[in-house]
């Protein structure tokens, strides 16, 4: 197995001012790359040539897992981006609605959700957030839910349409938000029905 760092589907810069150039290029080309790069050395130990990354999450465990699960998360996190997106349309913006209230309505539940898991944590841990904010469908529509880095989510917490890495900065929703590539989301949704 050689897993390679996918393309990003924009240049580094055109997220900006949203998110720097520097950011994106330390978490691509850093973080995504040590986590595919750790992979590769594990298979390489293994003789786990032919397996994929999906092949990996789905028998690997431990630190192993943690690198599979971070790979694929960014790879998804990245394609959810775009430097000039357009709002919700069909399918997806009905499915919005009827979740949260409005386009808007999940704005303001993807902030709350951030908020009601940063205050957990905190009486748990410390302070510390989540570091992903996934939009889910599930069997009774569309949901938010977060998770930790490394962290597998439970097969019964349904497919993931779109997903925000919340350690790009103070106000992660806020900076993420106006990036948001609504087209491939609604892909996503497609391919679950």
Not at 42 to 60: C, F, G, H, P, Y
Not at 127 to 144: E, N, V, Y
Not at 167 to 180: N, R
Request: aromatic share 8%; glycine share 6%.
């Amino acid at each position: 197995m050689i897993l390679e760092l996918p393309a990003l589907p924009f240049d580094s810069h055109q997220l900006e001012p949203y998110l720097s150039k520097a950011w994106v290029e330390e978490r691509y080309q850093g973080d995504h790359q040590r986590h595919l790069a750790a992979l590769n050395r594990w298979a390489s130990d293994t003789d786990s040539a032919s397996r994929s990354l999906e092949d990996v999450i789905s028998k690997a465990h431990g630190e192993v897992l943690e690198h599979a699960l971070e790979a694929w998360n960014l790879t998804l996190f990245w394609h959810c981006l775009l430097p000039r997106p357009t709002a919700p349309e069909g399918r997806l913006n009905e499915d919005l609605t009827r979740a949260f209230g409005s386009f808007t309505g999940l704005r303001e539940a993807m902030h709350e959700r951030v908020e009601d898991e940063t205050v957990k944590e905190e009486t748990r841990e410390g302070s510390r957030r989540p570091d992903w904010l996934w939009l889910l469908s599930t069997s009774r529509g569309l949901t938010l839910t977060t998770s930790a880095r490394g962290q597998r989510l439970g097969a019964a917490s349904g497919t993931p349409l779109l997903v925000m890495d919340l350690g790009c900065g103070k106000s992660p929703v806020e900076q993420l938000w106006p990036l948001i590539h609504w087209d491939f989301v609604a892909q996503n949704l497609g391919d679950c029905h």
